[in-house]
């Protein structure tokens, strides 16, 4: 049980383009889901915050209106990167999370996104 | 600010060799620290924790306790197995705040 999927795994688009990333718990409702950031040889970075119904909370230093964050239902969230750049590539991860303690985040497998 | 410090990889062993994966912390109270694993094509994954000074969180063979005095949550394991074969990342979680996460160790375990 506890799985989270991501699609697509990986993505190469043309710089300028917009690239929509989907996260679903496939057994269990979330009521809190997490976007991370990660780079060669560097350590995940939280992106933002969002819970089901409600506005996502991004963490210092993130672009909201460059990372959409939609979490629609309490089984999906999306990310969007907007206006892609090549400094936009980057490993996007996401977790889902029942109830407040972190170790109850269950992770997806991750998006490998390339810009062009 | 908080922080975590793991060894760099990547580390290399022969089956049934002894694991150890320094980590180190940085803190302004008293973290949560976990060892999560991911195996190649999968999600990241809990391995263990430990809340307080003193535990010792365990599973699956692997071990590590939480040594407040030195600021370490080292990984252990006594044989290794081709199939542990993996990236591990140490993290700290304060107040049940966000995780604060370690680079990252590559494992590689040979027949």
């Known amino acids: 049980g506890a799985v989270v999927s991501q699609h697509p795994s990986w993505v190469i688009c043309k710089s300028g383009t917009s690239v929509k990333i989907e996260c679903r718990s496939l057994?269990?409702?979330?009521?809190?889901m997490f976007w991370y950031r990660q780079f060669p040889k560097q350590s995940l970075m939280l992106m933002a915050t969002s819970n089901e119904g409600s506005k996502a909370t991004y963490e210092q230093g993130v672009e909201k209106d460059k990372f959409l964050i939609n979490h629609a239902s309490l089984t999906l969230s999306t990310l969007t990167v907007t206006s892609a750049h090549p400094e936009d590539s980057s490993f996007y991860i996401c977790?889902?999370?029942?109830?407040?303690?972190?170790?109850?985040?269950?992770f997806g497998p991750g998006t490998r996104l390339t810009v062009l | 600010g908080d922080s975590v410090t793991q060894m760099e990889g990547p580390v290399t062993l022969s089956e049934e060799a002894f694991l150890t994966i320094n980590c180190t912390y940085t803190?302004?109270?008293?973290?949560?620290l976990f060892w999560y694993v991911q195996y190649p094509g999968e999600g990241l994954q809990l391995l263990l924790k430990?809340?307080?000074a003193d535990d010792k969180g365990s599973n699956k063979g692997f071990e590590a306790t939480y040594r407040k005095e030195t600021t370490s949550f080292h990984l252990e394991k006594g044989s290794v197995q081709v199939s542990d074969s993996a990236v591990y990342f140490c993290?700290?979680?304060?107040?049940?705040?966000?995780?604060?996460w370690g680079l990252g160790t590559s494992l590689a375990v040979n027949p």
């Open positions: 430990a809340t307080k």
């Open positions: 977790s889902a999370r029942v109830g407040v303690i972190p170790d109850t985040q269950y």
């Open positions: 057994d269990f409702q979330a009521t809190t």
């Open positions: 803190a302004t109270g008293y973290p949560s």
């Open positions: 993290a700290l979680s304060e107040d049940n705040r966000k995780l604060i």
